[in-house]
């Protein structure tokens, strides 16, 4: 395959690759806003930015035509496929709604001293109270404006059935599972990139030689 478009192919890889890693920064810090930032979603960014890395230089190594480059972008490669085998490796969904559980419980702590601590959670999830809205009638709490849904400023008659702990469990768990796949599909992604600048590095190599000679 010529080289022209061995870089062509590797600019592209590149360019998605970038676009991914931006995508996946940028839904990490928006969940993060929820007062949710863990080791787990910290190696998750770190994941994200080398993959711009990676791909910022990958694109360049093919504009440039420079093996060096090249040879650095695929140690970031195998460095990040490294990453994704661990993430895949401690994949536990026991592990993960434990986890949400303690974050859920830990607001709704919050709510019953500083009301408002769940109107966010109560807003994003469309859920209300804890396991639900009688949580808030039980104790003589009046039921927050967030539990309601809310259109042009006109709220529904009931509060949401599902209880934030149902509702954050379930959401959470569908993203973790989604994740296990797109690092599965990563990690392809990442092994198409190596193919593709192995191939270009050897095109790179028998270009040199034959100028030299």
């Known amino acids: 395959m010529p080289a022209a478009i061995l870089k062509i192919k590797s600019k592209i890889i590149g360019s998605l690759a970038a676009l991914a890693g931006a995508y ?27 993959l711009i890395l990676a791909a910022i230089i990958g694109c360049l ?14 140690a970031i490669l195998g460095l990040l496929i490294t990453a994704h085998t661990w ?4 994949y536990n969904e026991t592990k993960q709604l434990d986890a949400t559980e303690v974050f ?24 209300c109270g804890d ?21 042009e400023g006109v709220h ?12 954050v469990k379930r959401e959470h768990l569908n ?18 990139g190596i193919i593709l600048a192995i191939t270009l590095s050897c095109q790179l190599t028998t270009k040199t030689r034959r100028y030299t000679y």
């Open 156 to 167: 529904a008659l009931y509060p949401y059935s599902d209880g934030c702990m149902t509702a």
């Open 175 to 192: 993203i973790y599972r989604l994740e296990k796949w797109a690092h599965i599909g990563l990690i392809s992604y990442e092994m198409v």
């Open 61 to 74: 190594g093919a504009f440039l035509g420079s093996i060096k480059v090249l040879v650095v972008h695929l």
């Open 104 to 127: 859920v419980m830990g607001i709704w702590m919050k709510e019953l001293i500083h009301p408002g601590a769940m109107y966010q959670l109560q807003r994003r999830y469309e859920c």
């Open 24 to 50: 996946e920064l940028l839904y990490k810090l928006e969940e993060g806003s929820a007062e949710h930032i863990d080791i787990d979603k910290l190696v998750q960014l770190v994941i994200a930015g080398t």
């Open 87 to 90: 993430k895949l490796s401690n």
């Open 131 to 151: 396991k639900g809205y009688s949580d808030y009638t039980s104790l003589k709490m009046r039921i927050p404006p967030s539990c309601f849904h809310t259109v």
